[in-house]
């Protein structure tokens, strides 16, 4: 038993290392990519509409992402989504408008298969007792991607504009780290189901009646289980936990690093130190609700669901009065009700977002387990 437990723990450790990886190069492309698509003689709105492809794709993605996983498994499936986002990330050392569309199609499909595995891996190898631990380890970890992605931004941008060379430094940078983070999801070890999970998914086992029809037979098994389970109370009442986490992680990763980064006043490196410290809000907050969840829920996710809540009024509070209503569309030299964004508010903010985040999404992760 205590050789399984370690097996399962190596498996959360080296999972969270390889998001880390995978995610040090995605989420801080995300939120620098708008200085460098502004350079290039783009669709107008490119960046935007990117945005938009991503999140539809990945949006009707779901619905074919757990037949995906239930044919393949979770380990193929994770590595599979690994590669569409170097594939993303390659297409942004010489962006153009069709690749970045393209792009923007295949890290859709792979962001809803990559996912899905994350959360059938880590429910895997963990039990009721593990799952506050290894959620909050996992998360931590992730997290560490915006801390270390930001930081070799802040080095780079440091005392230089974002040349041609800039750009592709950084970007054959962040194709290795993610190439290194999809070669460490091979290290993951197989782990058996546990009795339970295997009844539960038996009558979704591919039969040998060839590849397509078994694919199709669990695709449709999947299909029905998941309107089921979507039209429940429970997960109804969740639906709107996700949705406000995917609005308020679009803003933070999406439109917020634009917003600094569009201000012409402001320098290149803020963005950098921005992401640096969101990704200190997120690893703080995985240590605090995750890792040491026993001390921290003692009084239930309530308390630390409400927290978030404070916490994200008071950053989109002081975003509102210092961040310029114009400096998402396009660079602006416009004043807030603060009149120059002050980088110290810019700063607490990010802070504030990735804090408030963490406290949502470490709970949401312990739920869905309960």
Request: positive net charge; aromatic residues 14%.
């Amino acid at each position: 038993m205590a050789g399984l437990c370690d097996v399962r723990f190596w498996n959360v450790i080296v999972m969270g290392f390889s998001f880390m990886f995978v995610f040090t190069a995605f989420q801080t492309t995300s939120i620098i990519e708008v200085c460098y698509i502004a350079s290039f003689r783009l669709i107008k709105n490119s960046r935007t509409h990117s945005l938009g492809i991503v999140y539809s794709v990945f949006t009707f993605s779901n619905w074919v992402a757990p037949s995906v996983v239930g044919f393949f498994g979770p380990r193929a499936s994770m590595i599979a989504g690994g590669i569409c986002y170097l594939l993303f990330i390659l297409a942004l050392i010489e962006p153009k408008t069709w690749t970045l569309y393209l792009g923007s199609v295949i890290i859709g499909f792979g962001a809803s298969i990559i996912w899905t595995g994350q959360g059938n891996f880590l429910t895997i190898n963990s039990d009721k007792e593990t799952m506050p631990r290894n959620s909050g380890i996992f998360w931590a970890l992730l997290q560490c991607s915006l801390l270390f992605g930001n930081l070799f931004v802040y080095f780079e941008f440091k005392g230089s504009t974002i040349d041609d060379a800039t750009r592709r430094t950084v970007f054959i940078v962040f194709s290795v780290v993610c190439g290194i983070g999809i070669g460490m999801m091979f290290l993951m070890r197989r782990v058996q189901p546990s009795t339970k999970q295997v009844s539960d998914n038996s009558d979704a086992s591919p039969k040998n009646s060839g590849v397509i029809q078994a694919f199709c037979k669990l695709h449709s098994v999947f299909s029905v289980t998941s309107i089921r389970l979507f039209i429940t109370r429970d997960m109804m009442l969740l639906s709107l936990c996700f949705a406000y986490t995917g609005l308020e992680l679009t803003f933070f990763s999406g439109v917020y690093g634009t917003c600094v980064g569009m201000y012409d006043a402001a320098d290149d490196t803020l963005i950098g130190l921005t992401g640096m410290f969101i990704g200190v809000g997120e690893i703080i907050g995985g240590l605090t609700f995750g890792i040491f969840g026993k001390r921290t829920n003692r009084f239930g996710r309530d308390p630390i669901v409400l927290f978030g809540l404070f916490i994200h009024w008071v950053a989109f509070i002081l975003i509102f009065l210092n961040i310029p209503s114009d400096a998402p569309t396009g660079g602006t030299m416009k004043v807030a009700y603060l009149h120059a964004p002050n980088q110290y508010v810019v700063l607490l903010c990010g802070f504030l977002l990735g804090l408030g985040d963490s406290s949502y999404n470490t709970q949401v992760s312990t739920a869905l387990f309960s």
